[in-house]
């Protein structure tokens, strides 16, 4: 069967920099597949060189297209999410997705129908600018959505969400995968990805360290305990530099810290945010 994507020996430099290092992994349809690392790790990097926006080293292709010499169709097959959503915040809703409609020579009737299905139809009228971080989302979906691509690249969709709207999203991203959609995402909420994933490619410093379902992945970097803390993102350096003080290994993901603790110091980092004042908005405890 032909792989929905297949990544072999990707390489990509800015300059000195090689953000990814001679990477392998396939994609299959109608499976899932999460991306996950820490910020650097060569996630988006990955994902741009998959939409062909960016020159590499290797071959990557799409249901049979390769991305470099036969980037219209490859690009064709695929929708893709970023992780900033930047629409004209003037526009509609209705005016955003008939434009896209239209550079897609697409029917009206395809706009509603996604609109509706997605929940968005009652905003149909408001302006960009007035929708929530969640409808913001939505409305890049229903973007993605519009030619009914059997492929769709996530770039952390979640990341910038609040808890509640976190939530309502991982919903519509598993509605995705029931619908046979094959997917390839960024993600690094620990739940989100062993919610979601059939399999996670775990990328440091652009290359791969592990890969398969995530309860082997887990299993196989057990040792790398892992607390990942959500904190406001005006406190963040302030809580980073007060957690490495003290020895711990800190990461800065999206809109969290990874701290890496040995046995019996998992509670420390908490206790010691706290401490000082800085307010946690969320935790999850997990062996990246």
């Not at 709207?165 to 029931?178: I, P, T, Y």
């Not at 046995?263 to 980092?269: N, S």
Request: hydrophobic share 45%; charged share 20%; glycine share 8%.
């Amino acid at each position: 069967m032909t792989s929905a994507i297949a990544v072999r020996q990707l390489v990509k430099r800015f300059g000195s920099l090689v953000a990814v290092d001679h990477l392998d992994f396939s994609v299959a349809p109608r499976e899932t597949v999460v991306l996950w690392g820490a910020n650097g790790a060569g996630k988006t990097t990955v994902l741009r060189c998959v939409l062909g926006i960016v020159p590499f080293d290797g071959s990557i292709q799409v249901l049979g297209h390769e991305v470099c010499a036969q980037g219209k169709a490859a690009r064709a097959k695929l929708g893709y999410v970023p992780q900033e959503i930047r629409f004209p915040g003037e526009q509609t809703v209705w005016e955003t997705v008939a434009f896209y409609a239209r550079l897609r020579r697409l029917a009206p009737a395809r706009a509603t129908a996604l609109l509706d299905q997605w929940q968005l139809l009652s905003a149909a009228r408001q302006p960009v600018r007035t929708l929530s971080g969640g409808m913001k989302q939505k409305l890049a979906l229903v973007v993605a959505l519009l030619p009914d691509p059997p492929v769709l690249l996530l770039d952390e969709p979640t990341s910038n969400l609040d808890a509640a709207s976190r939530r309502e999203f991982s919903v519509l991203l598993d509605q995705l995968k029931r619908s046979g959609k094959t997917l390839l995402c960024c993600l690094h909420r620990v739940g989100e990805v062993w919610k979601l994933a059939d399999r996670v490619v775990v990328l440091e410093q652009g290359r791969k360290i592990s890969e398969g379902p995530p309860q082997l992945v887990a299993a196989s970097l057990s040792a790398r305990t892992v607390v990942c803390l959500t904190v406001a993102h005006d406190r963040m350096a302030q809580a980073a530099g007060l957690l490495a003080a003290r020895g711990f290994a800190v990461e800065r993901n999206g809109m969290q810290l990874w701290v890496g603790v040995p046995e019996g110091r998992k509670v420390e980092p908490i206790q010691r945010l706290l401490e000082a004042g800085i307010p946690l908005l969320d935790l999850e405890l997990g062996n990246p």
